[in-house]
């Protein structure tokens, strides 16, 4: 490896390792979810098992333990409290996908500028930096969703790499549906692309249609026998469907896409693909640019797509570098065919684009639009990596000043992708994803001062705290009323008896911070709605009372009447 890839290769490394862990320099917690990430993993470290008897809000979590398994394990190989395994190694071990974007792009396109700014670009995009930067099984999953396509690209030129290929796939099923889920369509529609356009069958062809076979298999008897409860309540509910239609429909739609190719064989049509021309990329450039902002646009001034999430109008200037960086992707499909395999990359990208429209169209909450945009930036970074090199390459060599301008707007661009890679909650519908040390304390005291059969009413982020590290029961997404209604009176019932994860419960405190006020996060699917000051204030009047206060933090119980 030549020594200016081997050093720029590094700090893009150790860009991505502090892209992702720079949010633990503002908050004690970060993520939604931690505190229930937690509670399974200091059981696993605690009782040697991950139990499904679960009474958190994320029931299908201990059906996929894989994440639990590496935080778990590594707290008792090197002592590291169990907190910290979990909150600093996984965000750190997501931060090896850009490695392998890296080698992904290397073994494509055999360039090491592409290279660079694939692994560059996946190291600030948003979507993805945000994402993995949570210490969730997703984080973990996209990892390994990478390296099993690395293996199997590998293993087409040398059968020694099943070997890894094998137990990554199994591992990456038992840690993350949705990532197996993305791994499956990704890798059939890259196979389907490649085979649909070229007469002749390319090495590896079958291997590939037998791997998809034995990995929809291993995720179809894993869901159906090991997580079967999971299958019912996800999966099913997903489509209004019985589970087992929606996971036999995976080997419908192999069958149809073999079905395919097999007619399209029979035809003489070959794909004859022609080297694009540098002014009709520009306008393909400028095309795409165009469609990205109309569409960011809508979001801004609508609402996220298969949700009712109204973001801030302010994300057009946040997000403008992201889009005019992410539209030279545009400039690669014209060069990435020229390329073994690189056909691939329209097919990963065609796949994840439908897969969100059916679950847009099914109006699946599952399968939301955004939760595919993760997925997507590997694809775009590759094609983003070989399109800007292969521009450059076209530029005189003499011309020494308009190559140091583009390396120079490029570095720009990814230096505010990388400020633009967290948002303010105000910006992204009032979701707040991190805890301070102020909450911690309250929880802490909540542990220590209240019933442990207790019912605390909160948001979605403080209940998975309340639960996770205070080890009560909390109401997650259910207390709407209960935060949102004037007087008491209009909260009564619920205050009585509430469904919560652990069952039929009533709510005997109540937690509150600002952020909850600012917008309390229940549904994932809904703007976190701000706490009117009349809302507020009802816990000032009769039956609550106040227990503590700290830093902004409030915690109220309830006098029992009668």
Request: charged content about 15%.
């Amino acid at each position: 490896m030549k020594k200016w890839v081997l050093i720029s290769l590094l700090a893009v490394f150790f860009l991505a390792i502090f892209m992702r862990l720079f949010p633990l320099t503002q908050s004690a917690i970060w993520g939604s979810d931690t505190g229930e990430y937690y509670h399974i993993t200091s059981q696993l470290a605690s009782d040697g098992y991950v139990s499904t008897d679960y009474e958190g809000w994320g029931f299908g979590y201990p059906y996929f333990p894989g994440m639990f398994y590496l935080s778990g394990g590594f707290h008792l190989l090197t002592g590291m409290d169990v907190l910290w395994s979990l909150i600093v190694v996984i965000p750190f071990v997501a931060s090896f996908s850009v490695l392998l974007v890296f080698i992904l792009a290397k073994i494509l396109f055999k360039s090491d500028g592409a290279a660079i700014i694939a692994g560059a670009f996946s190291a600030v995009a948003m979507p993805h930096v945000f994402a993995t930067s949570h210490p969730m099984p997703g984080s973990l999953g996209d990892v390994l969703l990478i390296f099993t396509i690395l293996l199997l690209l590998a293993s087409f030129k040398n059968k020694k790499f099943v070997l890894l290929l094998i137990p990554t796939a199994f591992a990456l099923t038992i840690t993350h549906h949705l990532s197996s889920y993305f791994l499956f369509i990704m890798v059939l529609g890259g196979l389907f692309v490649e085979e649909i356009l070229k007469k002749e069958d390319k090495q590896g062809t079958r291997f590939a249609w037998a791997f998809l076979v034995f990995i929809l298999t291993v995720m179809i008897l894993y869901w159906m026998l090991l997580a079967q409860p999971f299958a019912e309540r996800v999966v099913g509910d997903a489509f209004g469907i019985p589970y087992e239609a929606v996971l036999l429909g995976g080997y419908v739609a192999l069958f149809l896409a073999y079905f395919i190719i097999k007619i399209r064989k029979r035809f003489n049509w070959r794909f004859e693909p022609k080297f694009p021309d540098p002014q009709k990329q520009i306008g393909k450039y400028l095309l795409l640019l165009s469609v990205l902002f109309v569409v960011l646009v809508l979001v801004a001034f609508t609402t996220l797509l298969g949700t009712s999430i109204q973001l801030d109008p302010a994300i057009l200037l946040m997000f403008s570098p992201f889009l005019i960086l992410t539209a030279f992707g545009s400039m690669g499909p014209g060069y990435s065919r020229f390329f073994k395999n690189g056909m691939v990359l329209y097919g990963w990208i065609i796949a994840l684009l439908l897969s969100s429209f059916i679950g847009l169209m099914a109006s699946s909450r599952v399968l939301l639009p955004y939760r595919h945009t993760q997925y997507l930036i590997v694809p775009l970074a590759l094609l983003i990596g070989i399109g800007l090199v292969m521009m450059y390459n076209m530029v005189d060599s003499k011309k020494r000043t308009k190559k140091l301008l583009a390396i120079g707007l490029v570095t720009v661009l990814l230096a505010l992708c990388a400020l633009s890679a967290y948002p303010p909650k105000e910006f992204m519908g009032g979701f707040q994803e991190g805890t301070s040390e102020a909450d911690m304390k309250a929880v802490t005291w909540a542990k220590s001062s209240l019933n442990e059969d207790a019912t605390v009413a909160s948001d979605h982020r403080m209940s998975s705290i309340i639960f996770g590290f205070g080890g009560l029961n909390a109401t997650w997404d259910e207390a709407y009323l209960t935060l949102h209604a004037a007087d008491y009176d209009g909260c009564r019932s619920e205050l009585e008896n509430l469904s919560t994860p652990s069952g039929e419960k009533p709510i005997e405190y109540i937690l509150l911070d600002d952020d909850i006020k600012e917008g309390a996060a229940l549904l994932q699917w809904e703007n976190a709605e701000p706490m009117s000051s009349e809302a507020q204030k009802k816990f000032e009047k009769w039956p609550f009372v106040k227990l503590y206060e700290s830093n902004g933090v409030e915690v109220y119980g309830i006098v029992k009447q009668g």
